[in-house]
């Protein structure tokens, strides 16, 4: 069923959001399941940000692909930072492995090393500056496990 | 805008740095910086080990990915799966109907290639219609017999007068076309006469000219035939006007198309291009 509240989307916007904004579905569900650590809850995250994105496809439509992977972390963030739940770490054995991170943590090193953003759109994303993103990158780095099971 | 590294501690800076450090990408100053610490043991041991997790993070992190059925949960946010699915069949016989359309476009254009090429081949390879008479050396015998004629035997019409020729041309019968004629071939070259010569199968008309200044005589043919059934010869231009030219022993040759059908040929002495720029007036 269609979001009852979400405009029609023409044609040249249906395509768009089908072809380029679906394909970034991945990367974001990725963010989503790495900060939150529930694949159920990341899921829900993500279609979310995707309803978000979907309410402001025309601001979307003439960007990069590397810039509306940005804009769909950027939403996923907002959401994630409002949701007291998914800012705690979920159950999964890969939570566990970030559990030590805090929220700002996970969301960087994420972003930077599991989605592939730079320093400069992950600064975007978090609404800092790349030094501090530099610093919590490290940090983060630095407490993540030699192994990840496997 | 570049930021201060140098606000990172030396292990902040390893582990904040180390893909623009193996990238290239680290200014002079950060770069000299990376390299210096990578001297210490300590630090060149935790460049690996940060190097080694994050290759491992990143493995773990490809592990997860949205089912076929969630992303289709995604597409339902903008439109109704049934609708979608609609509009997929559509666009799939939109586009089979093109490709059926491109299909026989591209059939079509290689049986149009296909016939063309035969049209081509056909053109160029079947041999021309050949002529009832070797024009090129029964001109030239009959030119050579023609100045050898002191009387004019040979002409059925001696006359100076070109509109003597233009009369007997007219009432002769038997002539298949309409012979092109020149009231003036220019210099002092006077008319001496006209004939049909009359190998049966082929009927050609000879005017015979004279010229005091050079002393010498010089023959204009009309035949029906083409330029292309003569031998392949040098192309010449006077002026716009094409012609092909031959030699033989003291005399010269030049012939062209003077209509559709008809073939105009200047036996002479004089050279080529002097009786191509005598054969060109007939073309104006």
Same mark, same amino acid.
């Given at each position: 069923?269609?979001?009852?509240?979400?405009?029609?989307?023409?044609?040249?916007?249906?395509? /768009?959001?089908?072809?380029?904004?679906?394909?970034?579905?991945?990367?974001?569900?990725?963010?989503?399941?790495?900060?939150?650590?529930?694949?159920?809850?990341?899921?829900?995250?993500?279609?979310?940000?995707?309803?978000?994105?979907?309410?402001?496809?025309?601001?979307?439509?003439?960007?990069?692909?590397?810039?509306?992977?940005?804009?769909?972390?950027?939403?996923?963030?907002?959401?994630?930072?409002?949701?007291?739940?998914?800012?705690?770490?979920?159950?999964?054995?890969?939570?566990?492995?970030?559990?030590?991170?805090?929220?700002?943590?996970?969301?960087?090193?994420?972003?930077?090393?599991?989605?592939?953003?730079?320093?400069?759109?992950?600064? $975007?994303?978090?609404?800092?500056?790349?030094?501090?993103?530099?610093?919590?990158?490290?940090?983060?780095?630095?407490?993540?496990?030699?192994? /990840?099971? $496997? | 805008?570049?930021?201060?590294?140098?606000?990172?501690?030396?292990?902040?800076?390893?582990?904040?740095?180390?893909?623009?450090?193996?990238?290239?990408?680290?200014?002079?100053?950060?770069?000299?910086?990376?390299?210096?610490?990578?001297?210490?043991?300590?630090?060149?041991?935790?460049?690996?080990?940060?190097?080694?997790?994050?290759?491992?993070?990143?493995?773990?992190?490809?592990?997860?990915?949205?089912?076929?059925?969630?992303?289709?949960?995604? $597409?339902?946010?903008?439109?109704?799966?049934?609708?979608?699915?609609?509009?997929?069949?559509?666009?799939?016989?939109?586009?089979?109907?093109?490709?059926?359309?491109?299909?026989?476009?591209?059939?079509?254009?290689?049986?149009?290639?296909?016939?063309?090429?035969?049209?081509?081949?056909?053109?160029?390879?079947?041999?021309?219609?050949?002529?009832?008479?070797?024009?090129?050396?029964?001109?030239?015998?009959?030119?050579?017999?023609?100045?050898?004629?002191?009387?004019?035997?040979?002409?059925?019409?001696?006359?100076?007068?070109?509109?003597?020729?233009?009369? /007997?041309?007219?009432?002769?019968?038997?002539?298949?076309?309409?012979?092109?004629?020149?009231?003036?071939?220019?210099?002092?070259?006077?008319?001496?006469?006209?004939?049909?010569?009359?190998?049966?199968?082929?009927?050609?008309?000879?005017?015979?000219?004279?010229?005091?200044?050079?002393?010498?005589?010089?023959?204009?043919?009309?035949?029906?035939?083409?330029?292309?059934?003569?031998?392949?010869?040098?192309?010449?231009?006077?002026?716009?006007?094409?012609?092909?030219?031959?030699?033989?022993?003291?005399?010269?040759?030049?012939?062209?198309?003077?209509?559709?059908?008809?073939?105009?040929?200047?036996?002479? $002495?004089?050279?080529?291009?002097?009786?191509?720029?005598?054969?060109?007036?007939?073309?104006?």
């Amino acid at each position: 069923m269609t979001e009852s509240n979400l405009r029609k989307l023409n044609e040249n916007e249906l395509f /768009f959001y089908e072809d380029r904004v679906c394909g970034e579905a991945d990367a974001v569900y990725r963010f989503c399941f790495g900060v939150g650590g529930d694949p159920a809850k990341a899921y829900e995250l993500v279609k979310m940000t995707y309803k978000n994105a979907a309410e402001e496809i025309a601001g979307l439509l003439n960007l990069s692909t590397e810039e509306i992977r940005t804009e769909l972390i950027k939403i996923s963030y907002r959401l994630l930072s409002k949701d007291k739940i998914a800012k705690k770490s979920g159950s999964s054995l890969f939570a566990k492995y970030l559990s030590k991170l805090s929220f700002e943590q996970k969301s960087i090193v994420l972003a930077k090393d599991i989605v592939g953003l730079t320093v400069k759109q992950v600064s $975007h994303v978090i609404d800092n500056d790349e030094l501090f993103v530099r610093k919590e990158l490290a940090a983060a780095r630095i407490q993540l496990p030699d192994s /990840f099971g $496997h | 805008m570049t930021i201060d590294l140098s606000k990172l501690s030396d292990s902040e800076f390893i582990a904040g740095t180390v893909e623009d450090f193996y990238a290239d990408q680290l200014s002079t100053k950060d770069l000299a910086r990376y390299k210096k610490l990578l001297e210490q043991e300590s630090f060149k041991e935790s460049n690996d080990d940060i190097k080694e997790t994050i290759g491992q993070f990143q493995l773990a992190g490809q592990g997860f990915y949205l089912t076929e059925q969630q992303l289709g949960g995604l $597409h339902d946010i903008v439109e109704d799966s049934e609708i979608r699915r609609t509009r997929e069949v559509q666009r799939i016989e939109q586009i089979g109907r093109w490709e059926a359309l491109g299909d026989f476009r591209r059939r079509l254009s290689i049986v149009v290639l296909i016939v063309a090429i035969a049209v081509a081949v056909i053109y160029y390879f079947t041999p021309s219609k050949k002529l009832p008479f070797n024009v090129l050396e029964s001109l030239s015998y009959e030119a050579l017999a023609m100045e050898d004629d002191i009387g004019g035997a040979r002409l059925d019409l001696p006359t100076k007068s070109m509109l003597e020729v233009t009369e /007997f041309l007219s009432v002769y019968n038997g002539l298949t076309y309409e012979p092109t004629l020149l009231n003036s071939i220019g210099g002092d070259w006077t008319v001496e006469g006209v004939t049909v010569i009359d190998y049966e199968s082929a009927k050609i008309v000879a005017l015979q000219y004279f010229s005091k200044e050079y002393s010498e005589k010089l023959f204009y043919f009309n035949y029906q035939g083409n330029l292309s059934e003569l031998p392949r010869a040098t192309l010449g231009n006077v002026d716009g006007f094409l012609y092909q030219t031959y030699a033989s022993d003291d005399m010269n040759i030049v012939c062209w198309q003077l209509s559709d059908k008809v073939m105009g040929l200047i036996i002479g $002495h004089r050279s080529a291009v002097e009786l191509a720029t005598i054969a060109s007036r007939t073309m104006k």
